[in-house]
């Protein structure tokens, strides 16, 4: 299925557990992104790959990490979960960053 | 500080009606303004638009940008209940990076 894969879909987490988002894309776009989106703040870049092998940080960054190992793969990890990590998680790809993006399903993340 | 301002936040209306969504923005380096209509899930891409005064459409969807005066509108003429969504502006910069505003929810009833 061409597009962008996220797992899980929800996942509610204990505050100080790690826990890792999954994103692939099977369209070889050369950028990708996540954001996450809250209520009456929109969607926030978290943090962003412009081409495998390289990351940069977005808006909001702290208390997330993000690896590019290769073109499809771009995980989100949260080395030590906080409550207001609660959100729903949007990983994106775009063809070189130019353009209209497209977006996963999310992943909407709950920590207690 | 870039930003995108979207209005209103909300908006009610019934099936027959138009609408016109608001998009406002500060931001250096403009490249172009993206529309996206967002569902249950993931926002799915409407329009993107680059230059001042072209009007883009999509059946009963429309948009136009003004980049002298920083803004950008989208229509949608005779609303269906499936036009119930939050629609989302964004201004990409040429650091390629999009900046979200915070959405606009419409809801259409019958």
């Known amino acids: 299925i061409a597009g962008i894969t996220q797992a899980p879909t929800s996942q509610i987490l204990a505050a100080g557990r790690r826990m890792t988002l999954r994103c692939t894309q099977d369209m070889r776009h050369n950028a990708m992104y996540w954001y996450r989106q809250d209520l009456g703040l929109g969607l926030r870049l978290i943090h962003y790959?412009?081409?495998?092998?390289?990351?940069g940080k977005g808006e909001v960054p702290d208390g997330y990490s993000v690896s590019r190992a290769n073109t499809d793969d771009f995980p989100l990890t949260l080395a030590s979960a906080v409550p207001s990590q609660t959100s729903v998680y949007f990983c994106?790809?775009?063809?070189?960053?130019?353009?209209?993006?497209?977006f996963g399903s999310g992943t909407r993340l709950t920590v207690v | 500080e870039d930003k995108v301002v979207q209005s209103p936040l909300s908006l009610v209306v019934h099936e027959g009606d138009t609408v016109t969504l608001n998009c406002s923005y500060e931001?250096?380096?403009?490249?172009?303004l993206l529309w996206y209509k967002q569902e249950k899930k993931a926002p799915t891409f409407l329009f993107m638009l680059?230059?001042?005064?072209i009007e883009k459409k999509s059946g009963r969807l429309s948009s136009i940008l003004d980049k002298k005066e920083l803004f950008s509108i989208l229509n949608i003429t005779a609303t269906q209940t499936g036009d119930s969504a939050i629609y989302l502006c964004?201004?990409?910069?040429?650091?390629?990076?999009?900046?979200f505003g915070t959405g606009t929810r419409l809801q259409v009833f019958p």
């Open positions: 964004a201004v990409e910069r040429n650091t390629d990076k999009l900046i």
């Open positions: 680059t230059s001042s005064g």
């Open positions: 931001v250096t380096n403009f490249r172009s």
């Open positions: 790959s412009n081409t495998a092998g390289t990351t």
């Open positions: 994106a790809s775009s063809d070189s960053g130019y353009g209209g993006y497209t």
